[in-house]
């Protein structure tokens, strides 16, 4: 084993949407930052364009990482049975890996949560068998941050359309984009059902905006890199600003293996393994774990030693557990002239209205069209079910219906199971021998319940945009996480029942932080990045503000 | 063009190599792409569209469908057997839909992820996007 000479104050595992934020803000304000990132540049030429493996579609592969060499175990719940899976099949819950993580590839549609979002278990109660329970902290404590991602990522919308949100105290630096012929399409039946609609808020330039130009409106947006860079994420914004800044250091291609503490428990650095193969042991005072919720999680339990049996801040038995997600429940209209304009980025009009205040079910979430879907995810995921799978008529369909399909979905908030949860497999091991990990359990029954009503809004809201056919997969119990991955180190006053403090501190180690979706005590009925955003800058905040 | 006119142009192309199906065996395939996707007065079929060009390509080494290298050619040589590919189009579609509904579970699956296959090569290839209404414009 090296020990790399630590000239740094800080060390940051994961440079992805919360890592790269906390990395920019530490090194801005002074810090000598280590930025340890498992994967490599995410651009065009890496990324590529093949439809049938990519972060949106991974029929056979992956384009935003990771690579093969990082399985996990899936259990299913009903069966029991596990298996060994690679990142791009059903089951691993994949994110990506890379400089900007998620972001790099991702959708950028840039919700804040819901102020009720933060208190569920007091708005709804806790139903039995669910670990539901309220943020520490509140909208309140947030919207500045949400303001400064906004500001710093860019983020265009239109602010005073967020009638579902207090008041904004600043506008979208730019203006959100045009509604597509989709959008007027759905907004027509969202008015006839007296349904108020917003332009969801992308962090996609509309014009030229920190240094890069205007969407050029193509049709390759999610799942894939920015061709002419006006996607915004941590790789083009606040990561660049920690290099410019000289106080950083990015290592690619570094795999974090463990934490390591003294005698007494506290956290010394962490050993990872460089791009060849070495195992190296690097030292800071303050140790950030960003690699996203189901490997911030693994890390910490990969982490035991005498003094810490069950991993770094798992005294009682809750690191991994509460593992979230989104449900998507996804409904496909059939309308009969075309409907797509042909221009990217897509999501062009959203129905907030059933976040919160559903009778009967607890929760909701945000409703809204979606992205360019390719002519292949169009036939396997959105075609007819009553098409035959073969010969002219299924050809036909996609020849007279791809541009006339439409789909209405959103982000349900999930009620958290606390078995639903990552653990560490005894027996699998990744290429560095590295034990994997192991996922198990399911989301609660609730999340199921609230997300057939969504399946239900949806639907509403095509029949009454005039669609002549509508259909739809009933959503079941199954374990969720994936691209919006939370929930498996929450924060809370009360260390029986959460991993970090309301400033995202491992309990009981006071220089030891969470910067990623892992601290989500609820994930919202909204997409999650900004949210992770929003609660890097605070802990960045908090770090220099104490360190 | 007649079985042997086919079978030399299919090994002039070099999209139509393979390590994995004789060319007697890629003739019959051909076939059967065209009526998964018949081509039809707008639009290429199956087997000049892109779909035989993908099936041949990644059932190589590393290739996406490479785990199925060794049911393609069982599965063909059983239809060769019948004289697949000079049958009329209708006789075709009923044998293939013979394979669909067959009470052999392991044959009706191979026969769903062979049309699978065929789908996929056919919406990936550019070639068929403005066919759709699939424009990239950068
Ligand atoms: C195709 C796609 C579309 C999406 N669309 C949207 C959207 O429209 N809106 C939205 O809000 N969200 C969207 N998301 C989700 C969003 O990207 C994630 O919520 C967000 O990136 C999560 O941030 P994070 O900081 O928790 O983790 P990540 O962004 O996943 O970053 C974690 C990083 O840590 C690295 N890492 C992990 N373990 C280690 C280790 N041991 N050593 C070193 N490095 C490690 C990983 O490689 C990764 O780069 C999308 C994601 C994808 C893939």
């Known amino acids: ?547 | 063009m007649s079985d042997s006119e086919v079978l030399s142009q299919i090994s002039k192309q070099s999209s139509s190599r393979s390590t994995v199906l004789a060319p007697q065996q890629i003739v019959c395939l051909s076939a059967v792409l065209d009526r998964i996707i018949p081509p039809d007065s707008e639009s290429a079929g199956g087997s000049t569209g892109g779909a035989l060009t993908y099936i041949l390509r990644h059932l190589e080494e590393g290739g996406n469908l490479a785990p199925f290298r060794s049911v393609y050619p069982v599965f063909l040589d059983a239809l060769e057997a019948d004289g697949f590919a000079a049958l009329l189009p209708a006789d075709q579609d009923k044998m293939l839909g013979g394979q669909e509904r067959s009470p052999d579970p392991a044959a009706r699956r191979f026969f769903r992820s062979l049309a699978e296959h065929a789908q996929e090569g056919y919406y990936t290839s550019p070639a068929n996007w403005s066919g759709v209404g699939f424009e990239v414009t950068g």
């Not at chain 1, 994961?14 to 498992?38: D, S």
């Not at chain 1, 050029?216 to 083009?236: E, L, M, Y």
């Open chain 1, 1 to 547: 084993m090296t020990d790399r000479p630590t000239p740094y104050e800080v060390i940051v595992v994961g440079a992805g949407a919360g890592g790269g934020v906390i990395a920019g803000v530490l090194a801005e304000a002074g810090k000598r930052v280590l930025l340890l990132e498992r994967g490599g540049t995410l651009d065009l030429a890496t990324t590529k364009r093949d439809h049938l493996r990519n972060q949106r579609l991974s029929a056979y592969g992956v384009n935003a990482g990771p690579s093969g060499s990082h399985p996990r175990v899936f259990v299913d719940w009903k069966t029991g049975e596990a298996r060994t899976l690679a990142p791009w099949e059903d089951g691993y819950s994949n994110n990506a890996a890379g400089i900007g993580g998620g972001t790099a590839v991702y959708g950028a549609q840039a919700w804040r949560f819901h102020p009720l979002d933060f208190r569920m278990a007091s708005t709804y109660g806790v139903p039995d068998g669910s670990s539901l329970a309220d943020w520490p902290i509140g909208y309140g404590d947030l919207a500045p941050f949400y303001q400064r991602a906004e500001r710093e990522i860019g983020v265009a919308g239109d602010a005073s359309a967020m009638i579902h949100l207090p008041p904004y105290e600043a506008p979208y630096p730019m203006a959100p984009f045009p509604v597509s012929r989709q959008g007027e399409t759905l907004r027509r039946g969202a008015d006839a059902l007296g349904w108020a609609t917003i332009t969801p808020p992308l962090a996609v330039n509309t014009e030229p905006y920190g240094g890069r130009p205007a969407c050029i409106r193509c049709q390759h947006c999610i799942g894939f890199a920015c061709p002419v860079d006006s996607k915004n994420g941590s790789h083009n914004t606040l990561i660049p600003r920690a290099l410019a800044s000289g106080r950083c250091d990015l290592v690619v291609g570094a795999m974090a293996e463990r934490l390591e503490t003294d005698q007494a428990g506290r956290i010394l650095g962490v050993t990872f393994f460089d791009a060849d193969g070495q195992r190296v042991s690097v030292r800071a005072e303050v140790v950030v774990l960003a690699g996203g919720a189901i490997e911030t999680a693994r890390l910490l339990l990969n982490s035991r030693s005498p003094a810490h049996p069950g991993g770094i801040g798992n005294g009682n038995d809750q690191v991994g557990r509460n593992l979230q997600g989104h449900y998507y429940p996804t409904a496909v209209g059939l309308f009969s002239d075309d409907l797509w304009d042909g221009l990217g980025p897509g999501p062009s009009t959203a129905v907030t209205r059933f976040g919160h205040g559903n009778e009967g079910v607890i929760g909701g979430a945000m409703l809204a069209d979606d992205f360019v879907q390719t002519p292949i995810i169009t036939w396997k995921r959105r075609r007819d079910p009553d098409l035959p799978f073969w010969g002219a008529e299924a050809k036909e369909w996609m020849r007279r219906n791809y541009r006339r399909v439409t789909d209405v979905k959103g982000p349900v908030q999930e009620i958290p199971s606390p078995d639903a949860r990552v653990t560490i497999d005894p027996l699998v091991t990744d290429r560095w021998g590295i034990p994997v990990v192991r996922l198990s359990g399911a989301t609660h029954p609730e999340t199921v319940r609230t997300a057939t009503f969504m399946l239900d809004r949806a639907v509403e809201w095509l029949g009454a945009a005039g669609a002549v056919k509508i259909w739809g997969t009933p959503p079941s119990l199954a374990l969720s996480g994936g691209q919006h991955q939370a929930g498996t180190c929450r924060m809370g006053e009360e260390p029986k029942t959460s991993v970090t403090d309301r400033f995202c501190r491992v309990h009981g180690h006071d220089n030891l932080y969470v910067g990623d979706g892992s601290v989500h005590v609820t994930n919202g009925g909204f997409n999650p990045f900004l949210t992770i955003m929003a609660l890097a800058y605070r802990t960045a905040d908090h770090i220099t503000n104490h360190w």
